[in-house]
């Protein structure tokens, strides 16, 4: 209750929500941490562009900061686990009992890309040609006519796997899907809508352009050509596609934008943008009462299923075995542990588009610059196949960021019946604990180019070490 206020104003300030921005509310002696952090982000957006990658580099990224391999050491304060190096749990002890509480931030290290098909290498008009197939939810159009990259891992038969990463170095040679010229496109393409002026069968990779021998006799010679080169780099002849994890990534490195600096643009920041967060909250935070898990899951891109997604056990065979370690090993104190604690499912939402506001809800919607996103619930259609987090949990949210001067918001993702869509928050609500959606805005998201505000990251980083440390 506020008393009798008269004044219409001071009425006003003390009734009505007020939205900001979160420069405002970022202190100047906090700018040099921000834009160290933000070079550091950008560093690992660079390193890491597959799940895999991103795997190697947390993984380097906890060992400096003194976590061990759980298959390596008997001690459970500061642990990780790779799990078939595509998705890792990080475990911190914190000071109370181990099975008592535990706080959750799960996000995801797969993006929209296009994989290769298992046997991608053709020629076709004198030219070396690759099939892919893309993975996640990507406007087709977007991924044409711009240099990319390729990453992955071949495995061999004899047990070896190579990792591959073409397109990166200055000097390496980079990749493209060659689109059509406008002269002749418009039978082909203009009159037709955008999801099908691309088809997917067309979203093939220029590899090689040059005859491998002057013999005309010989056929494929360009082929045979790209393929001996791969053979002599990598020994693999074009069996061992079959047996890899290729993809091709959009090529180059994480940029500031604008003339400001205030944003950055990369591939891959959903969900990354999180998931390096996570990770630094959980480094950086010292001496934690209460004992916190990160999760950075593979596969949310193609709804989570599979052996590295969120629809596994795999929170709970991280804990059976850290609580094992302290003789609480009954799958009882696991799922109990699991029910009793506080999740936040870290994942980007859509930000406002100042030319497209008309598919937002502008009331409740993510903004740049709007600091933390909450998404109570997400889903289609009437909150269909979403997780909705109880306002219990939103209250002690709201006064958790409250008290940390951490700038957040509240967003679903566009109008309703307009779109839609799913996260992680659903997996992990399996297990009855309490989890919301927890992210920042983005624009272009699934683009090779995806667009962030530093202020938000910042914003985010904040509110996840406040919640490791709550
Ligand atoms: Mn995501
Ligand atoms: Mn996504």
């Known amino acids: 209750m506020l008393g009798k206020k008269t004044d219409p104003k001071e009425l006003k300030e003390a009734l009505f929500w007020e939205r900001k921005n979160a420069w405002d509310h970022i202190p100047d002696p906090q700018m040099k941490h921000l834009e160290n952090y933000m070079r550091e982000y950008r560093s690992f957006l660079d390193l890491a562009k597959t799940e895999r990658e991103s795997v190697e580099t947390a993984v380097e990224m906890l060992e400096k900061a003194g976590f061990s391999n759980i298959r390596t050491t008997k001690d459970t304060g500061k642990i990780y686990y790779n799990h078939h190096d595509r998705a890792l749990a990080v475990f911190r002890q914190g000071k ?135 053979n002599e780099a990598y020994g693999i002849t074009e069996d061992d596609f079959i047996s890899a994890d290729l993809e091709i990534v959009p090529a180059g490195k994480a940029r500031d934008v604008g003339l400001d600096r205030a944003l950055i643009g990369a591939y891959g920041q959903d969900d990354r943008v999180c998931a390096f967060s996570a990770l630094r909250a959980v480094t950086d935070t010292d001496d934690p009462d209460v004992s916190s898990l990160i999760l950075l899951l593979d596969k949310e891109e193609i709804g989570s299923e599979g052996a590295s997604g969120a629809n596994t056990w795999i929170a709970e065979l991280v804990l059976g075995y850290i609580l094992a370690r302290h003789g609480l090993d009954q799958s009882g104190v696991v799922r109990r542990l699991l029910a009793n604690a506080q999740c936040l499912s870290a994942d980007v939402n859509a930000a406002v588009h100042p030319d497209w506001k008309e598919v937002h809800e502008l009331r409740n919607a993510a903004y740049i610059n709007g600091g933390l996103t909450l998404s109570k619930f997400t889903g289609v259609r009437g909150k269909g196949g979403s997780n909705e987090a109880p306002a219990e949990y939103v209250a002690q949210l709201r006064d958790l960021f409250d008290r940390n001067n951490i700038v957040w918001r509240v967003a679903e993702l566009g109008k309703t019946d307009e779109g839609g869509g799913g996260t992680i928050a659903k997996f992990m609500s399996y297990y009855c604990m309490k989890v919301i959606d927890a992210g920042v805005g983005v624009l272009d998201m699934h683009s090779p180019f995806e667009i962030t505000s530093k202020a938000d990251i910042w914003m985010m980083y904040r509110a996840f070490g406040a919640f490791l440390k709550s």
């Open 96 to 230: 109370a009992p181990i099975q008592k509480d535990l706080r959750i931030i799960v996000a995801h290290v797969d993006s929209p890309r296009l994989d290769l098909k298992q046997y991608p290498l053709y020629e076709d008009e004198e030219l070396a040609m690759l099939k892919t197939h893309y993975y996640g939810g990507i406007k087709k159009y977007q991924w044409v006519s711009r240099p990319m990259a390729l990453h992955g891992v071949i495995a061999f038969p004899d047990g070896t796997v190579d990792s591959i990463v073409i397109g990166e170095a200055e000097d390496d040679p980079v990749f493209t899907v060659s689109d059509l010229l406008p002269h002749l496109a418009k039978k082909a393409q203009m009159g037709k809508k955008a999801d099908e002026f691309i088809p997917a069968e067309k979203l093939n990779i220029l590899f090689g352009g040059r005859p491998f021998t002057d013999d005309k006799e010989v056929k494929d010679r360009v082929k045979l050509h790209v393929l001996s080169l791969l």
